[in-house]
């Protein structure tokens, strides 16, 4: 029996079935762990790591809580204050929500624009995007008093302008 637990409130706890769509997990939660019917909720793992199921209302969730785990109840709300409306993750177990290691893994700093260069992305792909690799085989049938089988030959072919447009290998 596959089987998650639930923490919230003051150390409650509560056992829920994760082979259902995201959706009716939520909704469950929602009832049973006295949260608001309009409330925007999540889980996330005992070190803050969240799970995200609130993104994939329609995948199943044990598709992303591991079976007979630990899960903490996470309330997500919009930072109306700031100006590119950021979301904000409060865990709803007492315990932690004074606890900075926990927090700091829940809420993950962005990264800085240097590690994640747009220009480099697209020179990468632009690269991938010129040379295909083409394998061409022989129709000939294996027969049985040679034992030879099909033979197989490669071609690269480039397709960026300025070089040739076929290259035999």
Not at 117 to 138: E, G, H, Q, W
């Amino acid at each position: 029996m596959t089987f998650i637990t639930v923490k919230f409130g003051d150390n409650k706890s509560e056992i829920f079935n994760p082979n259902c769509r995201n959706t009716s997990l939520i909704d469950n939660i929602k009832e049973r762990c006295d949260c608001e019917k309009d409330d925007w909720i999540s889980l996330s793992d005992e070190r803050g790591i969240l799970k995200k199921i609130h993104l994939n209302l329609l995948d199943y969730a044990s598709n992303y809580l591991e079976p007979r785990g630990v899960f903490i109840l996470i309330k997500i709300e919009k930072d109306e204050n700031s100006n590119d409306h950021e979301l904000t993750y409060t865990p709803l177990l007492d315990s932690l929500e004074q606890d900075q290691k926990f927090l700091a893994r829940l809420r993950p700093k962005p990264k800085s624009p240097s590690t994640n260069s747009p220009a480099k992305d697209k020179k990468y792909d632009l690269k991938r995007r010129r040379s295909t690799r083409v394998i061409v085989t022989n129709s000939k049938p294996r027969t049985p008093t040679t034992g030879k089988g099909r033979q197989s030959r490669v071609q690269n072919y480039s397709l960026s302008p300025n070089k040739g447009a076929k290259k035999g290998k």
